[in-house]
């Protein structure tokens, strides 16, 4: 199979600050960039496409302040393995410079180990249109991520221009994502800020943890802020909130809704799979067919890239959550805690 090369995306520089000073040089661009893993950093490393004072340098090397550090794309080709599967889209919005898509539970977003067919790339490279290339060959378009068994609103760039500026704005905190999540328990808080660094779990390397204040954090914790406001509550006990987030660490909200003792429910690996305090074989049934966690990505918002005119999407739950969600209003209302009105979007 022949591949065409493509034109290099920009380079990028950055003068090395004090809160990056002493952090190997891998982690903190990948901390830096939503757009580059640690993986393809550490590999644009090897091959001598970053630079640190002009110099090769290598994954390991803790930054200093005031060093100059380049990043130089190499041009890329489309990998042999990676073939266009024609896989329907839930198309939100698209022109030529993005996509805004809404993401069924259950896809994964990019190959990785385990996931080497069926991901949205796969269905992106067979929908009509270009695909920026600025995330690698293995993840043309995609400038952020959802996690697999999370639904909802992601953004496709189509070209280097549109995914250079969609990037900036998530690095910026100028592109607002916002969720909706069922979690266990009745809070104790209408809203809350949780700011508590995250990082991978020291055993358990499909996981992430917190790192509270006084604990000793490994270089792989990053700070991370989520603010939570419950838009309703029910006598399960449960309750829906709204997460915004601030930052975007690998399983941010599920690990924040955790730590604070309201886990996400169905969520497999941080607690959210408990039993009923009541006896109600059809609510059974209805959270075993969320089908993963019940966190779903509902509104998007950013500025054009090139017209600077303000976007913003929302998406509906999938059908099983809002019948979940429905039959928690029908059956365990609370008091005093009638249905959002964000939730009053005809869905």
Not at 30 to 51: C, F, M, N, P, V
Not at 76 to 81: A, F, I, Y
Not at 257 to 266: A, E, L, N, Q
Not at 302 to 313: I, L, S, V, W
């Amino acid at each position: 199979m022949s591949t065409t090369p493509t034109a290099p995306p920009p380079s990028r520089r950055l003068v090395v600050m004090e809160e990056d000073a002493g952090t190997r040089i891998d982690q903190a661009l990948a901390s830096r960039y939503d757009d580059l893993t640690r993986s393809r950093i550490q590999k644009l490393i090897e091959s001598g496409h970053i630079t640190v004072n002009g110099a090769p340098t290598r994954a390991s090397y803790p930054l200093r302040v005031g060093d100059r550090v380049c990043i130089a794309f190499p041009e890329t080709t489309r990998p042999e393995g990676l073939l266009p599967e024609e896989i329907e889209l839930d198309i939100v919005y698209e022109d030529e410079d993005l996509l805004v898509i809404n993401k069924p539970v259950g896809m994964v977003v990019h190959p990785a180990v385990g996931s080497t067919r069926g991901t949205l790339v796969h269905a992106l490279l067979a929908y009509p249109g270009a695909l920026s290339s600025i995330a690698g060959e293995d993840r043309p378009g995609i400038v952020h991520r959802l996690d697999k068994d999370t639904s909802g609103l992601i953004m496709v760039a189509r070209n280097d221009y549109a995914h250079n500026d969609l990037s900036r704005q998530i690095r910026e905190r100028t592109a607002g994502r916002r969720y909706l999540a069922l979690v266990w328990g009745n809070p104790r808080f209408d809203r809350v800020r949780v700011e508590v660094p995250i990082g991978r779990h020291p055993t358990d390397r499909k996981k992430m943890t917190v790192y509270p204040a006084g604990e000793r954090r490994p270089p792989s914790a990053r700070d991370a802020t989520t603010d939570l406001t419950v838009l309703e509550r029910f006598t399960l006990p449960c309750a829906l909130l709204e997460a915004k987030l601030k930052t975007g660490r690998t399983h941010q909200i599920r690990v924040h809704c955790s730590y604070i003792g309201h886990p996400v429910m169905g969520d497999p690996q941080y607690g959210g799979q408990r039993k009923l305090p009541v006896r109600d074989l059809e609510l059974e049934d209805l959270i075993e067919r969320v089908e993963g966690q019940a966190l779903h990505a509902y509104r998007l918002s950013f500025t054009h890239p090139r017209t600077g005119a303000p976007m913003e999407f929302t998406a509906p739950p999938p059908r099983p959550y809002l019948e979940l969600l429905n039959y928690l209003r029908a059956h365990y209302p609370m008091e005093g805690s009638g249905p959002s009105p964000l939730v009053g979007l005809n869905w």
